[in-house]
C-alpha cells in the first residue's frame, strides 16, 4: 500500500483518488477552495466536476497543503495546467527531495512554452517528475470502465512503480521513456478536439471529423518529433487514442467548447457555458508559438487559434483550409 495525495479536486482528480482508493492505497484529496473541500466532505461527491461518483470514506479530504503533501510516497498533480506551476511554487520547502510527482494535466504553458512537467521541474528542481496520460475521461475512469493509459518518467525504475500503483482490472498501464511526446500528444490534442467540435457546430459529418482527426494528429507529431518527442508515441494512446476520443465524446469539454464556437458563440460565452475550465483554449497560442519557433506548419492550429482570438468565421476557416495550395499528402511517401 502506498499513500498518494492527488492535488486538485476537479472530475479527473476525484477519479483517480477513487482509482487508487479501490487499489487499496491510503489516498488524500486536497483542494486549495475551501468551499469544495466542505463540499466534497460533506457531500462525498463534488455535484459540479463529476456529479454521481461517490468519494469512499476512507478518502481523507485535506484542506492544508502541507498536511496533504507530508509522508507521502507520491504526490498526483491534478490541478487545471493553468495553476500547475502555482501550486508547485506552493509546495517549495515542503516536499522531500526526490519526491515523486506524477502529473496528470495536460497543457503548454503560454509564457515560456514548457510543458506541465517542465514547469513542475523548474519550480521543484531536486523532485521526480513523471507523466499519466491517454484517452481516460473521468466520468468513465471514475465508473470503473475499462480504460488504458501510459505513464513516463526519466528512469525506467519510477516508471515500473507508478504502473504498479495505478494499475488494475479496469486501469491498464504501459510505460514509456518519451515524457515529453506524452505531454505534447495530450496537450495538443486538446486544441484538435475544439477545432473538431467547431465543425459539428456547423452540422458537418463524420467525414470532416476524420479529416481533422488524421491531419491533426499529422501536425501533432511532425511538432513533436521536431522537439524530440518520438514517432511512435504519437501513433499511441497520448497521440492517436487521445485524441480521437478528446474529439468524438461528448464527455470531452475541449468538443462541447467547439460545438458552441460553431454554433456562433464567442470564446469567453462558450467557455462560461462549459462552466470547467477548456485546456485548448490555453494552449492554442502556445501551439502556435512552438510552431512557429519549430518552423512546422500547423494550418489547423493556426485557424484554432484565429477563430478564439482573432474573431475569424468558423465558416470561413474551414473553407480556408479546405481551399489551400494542393499538396502532397505525406512528404516521406513520393515517386522513385
Known amino acids: 500500500m502506498a499513500a498518494i495525495s492527488i492535488l486538485g479536486a476537479g472530475g479527473w482528480g476525484i477519479a483517480i483518488a477513487v482509482l487508487l482508493n479501490n487499489n487499496g492505497h491510503d489516498v488524500t484529496?486536497?483542494?486549495?477552495?475551501?468551499?469544495?473541500?466542505?463540499?466534497?466532505?460533506n457531500d462525498r461527491e463534488n455535484k459540479v466536476s463529476l456529479p454521481g461518483i461517490r468519494i469512499s470514506e476512507n478518502i481523507k479530504i485535506e484542506s492544508d497543503l502541507e498536511n496533504a503533501v507530508k509522508d507521502k510516497?507520491?504526490?498526483?498533480?491534478?490541478?487545471?495546467?493553468?495553476?500547475t506551476?502555482?501550486?508547485?511554487?506552493?509546495?517549495?520547502?515542503?516536499?522531500?527531495?526526490?519526491?515523486?510527482?506524477?502529473?496528470?494535466?495536460?497543457?503548454?504553458?503560454?509564457?515560456?512554452?514548457?510543458?506541465?512537467?517542465?514547469?513542475?521541474?523548474?519550480?521543484?528542481?531536486?523532485?521526480?517528475?513523471?507523466?499519466?496520460?491517454?484517452?481516460?475521461?473521468?466520468?468513465?475512469?471514475?465508473?470503473?470502465?475499462?480504460?488504458t493509459?501510459?505513464?513516463?518518467?526519466?528512469?525506467?525504475?519510477?516508471?515500473?512503480?507508478?504502473?504498479?500503483?495505478?494499475?488494475?482490472d479496469c486501469f491498464r498501464v504501459y510505460i514509456s521513456s518519451d515524457v515529453l511526446g506524452i505531454e505534447l500528444g495530450g496537450s495538443l490534442k486538446n486544441v484538435i478536439a475544439l477545432a473538431a467540435g467547431i465543425a459539428d457546430g456547423l452540422g458537418y459529418g463524420d467525414n470532416t471529423k476524420a479529416a481533422l482527426i488524421t491531419r491533426g494528429i499529422y501536425e501533432i507529431t511532425n511538432l513533436g518529433v521536431k522537439m524530440g518527442g518520438k514517432f511512435e508515441t504519437f501513433c499511441g494512446l497520448t497521440g492517436i487514442g487521445?485524441?480521437?476520443?478528446?474529439?468524438?465524446?461528448?464527455?470531452?469539454?475541449?468538443?462541447?467548447?467547439?460545438?458552441?464556437?460553431?454554433?456562433?458563440?464567442?470564446?469567453?460565452?462558450?467557455?462560461?457555458?462549459?462552466n470547467m475550465v477548456v485546456e485548448g483554449v490555453y494552449s492554442a497560442k502556445a501551439a502556435l508559438a512552438l510552431s512557429k519557433k519549430y518552423g512546422v506548419e500547423m494550418p489547423i492550429i493556426q485557424k484554432v487559434n484565429e477563430i478564439l482570438f482573432d474573431g475569424l468565421?468558423?465558416?470561413?476557416?474551414?473553407?480556408?483550409?479546405?481551399?489551400?495550395?494542393?499538396t502532397i499528402e505525406s512528404p516521406a511517401v513520393l515517386w522513385d
Open 29 to 41: 484529496l486536497w483542494s486549495a477552495l475551501e468551499r469544495e473541500t466542505d463540499m466534497l466532505r
Open 73 to 83: 510516497d507520491i504526490l498526483v498533480m491534478a490541478v487545471a495546467s493553468s495553476y
Open 85 to 147: 506551476r502555482q501550486t508547485a511554487a506552493r509546495l517549495k520547502g515542503i516536499v522531500k527531495k526526490g519526491q515523486i510527482i506524477v502529473n496528470v494535466a495536460k497543457g503548454v504553458e503560454e509564457s515560456t512554452l514548457y510543458t506541465l512537467t517542465e514547469v513542475i521541474k523548474d519550480e521543484l528542481p531536486e523532485t521526480n517528475v513523471a507523466v499519466l496520460s491517454g484517452p481516460s475521461h473521468a466520468e468513465e475512469v471514475g465508473r470503473g470502465l475499462p480504460t
Open 149 to 168: 493509459c501510459v505513464t513516463g518518467a526519466e528512469d525506467r525504475k519510477t516508471a515500473e512503480y507508478i504502473q504498479n500503483i495505478f494499475m488494475s
Open 242 to 274: 487521445d485524441l480521437i476520443v478528446t474529439c468524438a465524446s461528448m464527455h470531452s469539454r475541449n468538443r462541447r467548447a467547439g460545438i458552441l464556437l460553431g454554433k456562433g458563440y464567442s470564446m469567453e460565452e462558450a467557455m462560461k457555458e462549459v
Open 313 to 326: 468565421d468558423a465558416k470561413t476557416a474551414v473553407n480556408e483550409l479546405m481551399l489551400r495550395d494542393r
